[in-house]
């Protein structure tokens, strides 16, 4: 076993992301023979059964599925592309879901608790904090967290599109050692995998790995939002926050989880941020935007100061204080992204102008940053 996969054999906390074609018949409705046999892996990787009878591994698992289990119920033939029959099918779909899980994972006495989540929750502080305190209690009592974008009440404006990209967000956010991504394809390849001649790839270091490599764009069952391109991107993120991640098909799940070598294994590229930080910058959904002068441009990229009244030159659409919105610079260009400190009709008053000038105008209130450097990502190319 080489030293990478000996770390994912010993990884403590797990995030582990299942995509609906590996729970779902070609029909569209749950497949409980695969939600079994995934439960069964997972039940076994946190060590139930052993002497002691807890868990070795906390594991939590992000998981599709509830729009494809609510297709047959609701006699529709597919998967829809309209939003409101997407999240009526999520709304008896879902509830079938946790269902199979809840009455899957009794057989080995574990609990189960759903958790949904939108990225709107998860952009604002207050949200996320509880987020993170829900899921970090049920680890700590034993349970086994299920979670899902919450399908029924998201918007086209505030959803995540694939639980790829949820999953590696979750995983950062419950300080995970491991990143599972399972699918109907079992590793990344050079190529398309039904051609001769091509190969998996075991790992990858770095982007400069993946540069040339053909990735298809959807997957083969046609219930799912996603494919290899969204399983690659959402890799990306968590391996650029510090997390390992391992991406190979659901019937390989033990086999990963025990740190066997399949699927492709991306190390780590980077280190940890703030959580909150990157979900702002990968979930959110800019409510408007700032166009900055050069001299902010310069304070906010390289020096990584506040964004100050002084430094806005111009500001664009409608938010209140406490909203995600876009830094530009004086050609348009997304330089960053920041939580606002105040309403956007507050601001064309703040414009060029110091704080200082404001507080001794407008009251203490006003002199303070526009978007603060704690609450600010950079967007790089």
Same mark, same amino acid.
């Given at each position: 076993m080489t030293s990478a996969r000996q770390?994912?054999?010993?990884?403590?906390?797990?995030?582990?992301? &299942? @995509?609906?074609?590996? *729970?779902?018949?070609?029909?569209?409705?749950?497949?409980?023979?695969?939600?079994?046999a995934l439960v069964d892996v997972l039940a076994g990787s946190r060590g139930i059964g052993g002497a002691?009878?807890?868990?070795?591994?906390?594991?939590?698992?992000?998981?599709?599925g509830a729009i494809a289990a609510g297709l047959a119920p609701l006699g529709l033939p597919r998967r829809p592309r309209d939003l409101a029959r997407q999240q009526a099918a999520a709304s008896v779909g879902q509830g079938l879901l946790v269902a199979r899980y809840t009455a899957s994972f009794a057989r080995?006495? #574990? $609990? !189960? +608790?759903? &958790?949904?989540?939108?990225? /709107?929750?998860?952009?604002?502080?207050?949200?996320?904090?509880?987020?993170?305190?829900?899921?970090?209690? *049920?680890?700590?009592?034993?349970?086994?967290?299920? !979670?899902? =974008?919450? /399908?029924?009440?998201?918007?086209? =404006?505030?959803? %995540?599109?694939?639980?790829?990209?949820?999953?590696?967000?979750?995983?950062?956010?419950?300080?995970?050692?491991?990143?599972?991504?399972?699918?109907? &394809?079992? @590793?990344?390849?050079?190529?398309?995998?039904?051609?001769? @001649?091509t190969s998996r790839l075991a790992e990858v270091r770095g982007p400069e790995d993946l540069a040339g490599v053909e990735i298809g764009s959807s997957g083969r069952a046609g219930v799912g939002t996603g494919g290899m391109v969204t399983k690659v991107?959402?890799?990306?993120?968590?391996?650029?926050?510090?997390?390992? !991640? #391992?991406?190979?098909?659901? !019937?390989?799940?033990?086999?990963?989880?025990?740190? +066997?070598?399949?699927?492709?294994? %991306?190390?780590?590229?980077g280190r940890r941020s703030a959580d909150r930080l990157l979900w702002l910058q990968h979930a959110s959904t800019p409510q408007g935007a700032l166009t900055l002068d050069?001299?902010?441009? $310069?304070?906010? #990229?390289? $020096?990584?100061?506040?964004? *100050?009244?002084?430094g806005i030159a111009a500001v664009e659409g409608e938010f209140s204080a406490g909203d995600p919105v876009e830094l530009r610079d004086t050609a348009g260009r997304p330089v960053a992204r920041g939580l606002v400190n105040f309403d956007a009709r507050e601001i064309p008053r703040l414009i060029g102008r110091s704080t200082h000038e404001l507080a001794r =105008?407008? @009251?203490?209130?006003? =002199?303070?940053?526009?978007?603060?450097? /704690?609450?600010? &990502?950079?967007?790089?190319?």
């Amino acid at each position: 076993m080489t030293s990478a996969r000996q770390a994912v054999s010993e990884a403590r906390r797990v995030v582990v992301k &299942v @995509g609906s074609s590996s *729970l779902t018949t070609a029909a569209g409705g749950l497949d409980a023979d695969r939600v079994d046999a995934l439960v069964d892996v997972l039940a076994g990787s946190r060590g139930i059964g052993g002497a002691s009878g807890a868990a070795s591994r906390e594991v939590v698992l992000v998981s599709s599925g509830a729009i494809a289990a609510g297709l047959a119920p609701l006699g529709l033939p597919r998967r829809p592309r309209d939003l409101a029959r997407q999240q009526a099918a999520a709304s008896v779909g879902q509830g079938l879901l946790v269902a199979r899980y809840t009455a899957s994972f009794a057989r080995y006495g #574990v $609990r !189960v +608790g759903q &958790v949904l989540l939108t990225s /709107d929750d998860m952009s604002r502080r207050a949200h996320h904090r509880n987020a993170s305190r829900t899921l970090d209690k *049920l680890l700590a009592m034993g349970a086994l967290p299920v !979670v899902n =974008e919450n /399908d029924t009440v998201a918007t086209d =404006e505030i959803r %995540f599109g694939d639980n790829d990209r949820l999953a590696a967000l979750v995983a950062h956010l419950v300080h995970a050692d491991l990143l599972v991504l399972l699918s109907d &394809v079992d @590793g990344v390849y050079d190529g398309d995998p039904g051609r001769p @001649g091509t190969s998996r790839l075991a790992e990858v270091r770095g982007p400069e790995d993946l540069a040339g490599v053909e990735i298809g764009s959807s997957g083969r069952a046609g219930v799912g939002t996603g494919g290899m391109v969204t399983k690659v991107e959402a890799a990306r993120i968590a391996a650029a926050a510090g997390i390992p !991640v #391992v991406l190979t098909s659901a !019937v390989h799940a033990a086999e990963a989880l025990a740190g +066997g070598d399949t699927g492709t294994y %991306f190390h780590p590229t980077g280190r940890r941020s703030a959580d909150r930080l990157l979900w702002l910058q990968h979930a959110s959904t800019p409510q408007g935007a700032l166009t900055l002068d050069d001299g902010a441009v $310069r304070a906010v #990229v390289e $020096r990584r100061t506040s964004l *100050l009244p002084a430094g806005i030159a111009a500001v664009e659409g409608e938010f209140s204080a406490g909203d995600p919105v876009e830094l530009r610079d004086t050609a348009g260009r997304p330089v960053a992204r920041g939580l606002v400190n105040f309403d956007a009709r507050e601001i064309p008053r703040l414009i060029g102008r110091s704080t200082h000038e404001l507080a001794r =105008e407008l @009251g203490p209130a006003y =002199e303070r940053e526009v978007v603060h450097r /704690d609450d600010l &990502v950079l967007l790089h190319a």
